[in-house]
Structures are given as C-alpha cells and as structure tokens.
C-alpha cells in the first residue's frame, strides 16, 4: 500500500510565520529587527559569500531602511525564496521564545529534535539544569488541563500540540545538560 503524500510548507513559512508573530506580539517593529537580522547575517556569513544586501555602516537611518526594505521583500513575496546562507542568521535573530520555537518547528520537519552544544562556560551546568526545571514545570502547565480528569483521551485533542512541542523542550533540555555531564567526563578522562 502506497502511503499518503505529506507536503510540508516551505522552510521560509515557517520562519516568515515566526517572525510575523513575533512582530504582533513584541515592541520590535521591522525596522529594528531587520537591524537586528543584519548584524547576526554579517558576523555568521564570510564576506565573500554574502549574497544579500543587508548592510550596517556610519549611516544608521539609512542602512535602518535598506535593512528593512530587504527584510519586507523577503517576507511580501517580492523575492520568492530565502537563501541558505540567510537562514540561520535569519532563525538566530528572532528573539527567544520565538527562536526556539521556530527551531523547534524546523527539526521537526526533518524528525530531530534541537538540542543545544554543551558550552564550556563554567556557569552553563547550572543553567541547563535551570532550562530543564523550567521546560519541565511548563510540560506540566500544559499537561495538567489534560490530565484533570485522570487520563489523557479525545476530549484532550485541544491539548496536543502544546503537550506535545513542551515534552519536545524538554526532551531537548535533557539531552542539553547530558551532553554538559558527558563533556565533562570526557574532560576529565583526558586531563586524568
């Protein structure tokens, strides 16, 4: 039996998605976000290989418009598909919780989960352990509407996509201070 195809919207309307609702729902407008975009495209992308035109210089106002101009082409439609080398810095420049919902959604598409590189910061163990209690207790926020009535069934449905991306966080935040704990270990083989 063949199965079903499963299209999936295109990677940019996934990001466009994020950064509309992050637009909506935050006191950054586009023109600051796009000078926000810029900085993160110019010190993640190699001179040489740059192939948009986002550019920070002594004229603020103006490289503010430029900036903004290409950002509105990007997400109008007027430039139909985002390049490669924009993507990440594009996803980078989103501020949290929108990057990490969007990056969520992106390995989603691919059946992998975003899971942070152990740092080498001495204060990162304590914050990963604080990211997994607080994706934890957010898991349970989520969860416990659908658990009220003891088990979790049809009536739930509501529930499911936020039950589902929250246990997806913390599974991430889990496999973010193993990584940390087993960095250290490796340390401390190599030094011994």
């Given at each position: 039996m063949?199965?079903?195809p499963r299209?999936?919207?295109?990677?940019?309307s996934?990001?466009?998605?994020?950064?509309r609702?992050?637009?909506?729902?935050?006191?950054?407008?586009a023109?600051s976000f796009?000078m926000v975009?810029?900085?993160?495209y110019?010190?993640l992308?190699a001179?040489?290989?740059r192939?948009?035109?986002?550019?920070?210089?002594?004229?603020v106002?103006?490289d503010?418009?430029?900036?903004?101009?290409?950002?509105?082409?990007?997400?109008?439609g007027?430039?139909?598909?985002?390049?490669?080398d924009?993507?990440?810095a594009?996803?980078?420049?989103l501020?949290?919780?929108?990057r990490?919902e969007c990056e969520?959604?992106?390995?989603?598409?691919?059946?992998?989960?975003p899971v942070?590189?152990?740092?080498?910061d001495?204060a990162?163990?304590?914050v990963?352990?604080?990211e997994?209690v607080s994706?934890?207790?957010?898991?349970?926020?989520?969860?416990a509407?659908?658990?009220?009535?003891?088990?979790?069934d049809?009536?739930?449905?509501?529930?499911v996509?936020r039950?589902?991306?929250?246990s997806?966080?913390?599974?991430?935040?889990?496999?973010?201070v193993?990584?940390?704990v087993?960095?250290?270990?490796?340390?401390?083989n190599?030094?011994a």
């Amino acid at each position: 039996m063949k199965r079903e195809p499963r299209f999936l919207p295109p990677l940019q309307s996934v990001i466009y998605g994020y950064t509309r609702r992050m637009l909506d729902q935050t006191a950054m407008n586009a023109q600051s976000f796009a000078m926000v975009l810029a900085e993160t495209y110019l010190s993640l992308t190699a001179p040489d290989v740059r192939g948009v035109a986002l550019r920070i210089g002594d004229d603020v106002a103006e490289d503010m418009r430029n900036n903004a101009q290409v950002l509105r082409r990007y997400m109008d439609g007027t430039v139909k598909t985002l390049p490669a080398d924009l993507v990440d810095a594009w996803v980078l420049a989103l501020p949290e919780p929108y990057r990490g919902e969007c990056e969520r959604d992106l390995a989603r598409r691919r059946g992998v989960l975003p899971v942070r590189l152990p740092s080498a910061d001495s204060a990162a163990g304590v914050v990963g352990v604080a990211e997994l209690v607080s994706e934890f207790a957010q898991l349970l926020e989520v969860i416990a509407p659908a658990l009220a009535d003891s088990r979790i069934d049809k009536n739930d449905l509501p529930f499911v996509r936020r039950i589902l991306d929250e246990s997806d966080d913390v599974i991430a935040a889990v496999m973010g201070v193993r990584g940390q704990v087993q960095a250290m270990f490796q340390q401390e083989n190599t030094d011994a």
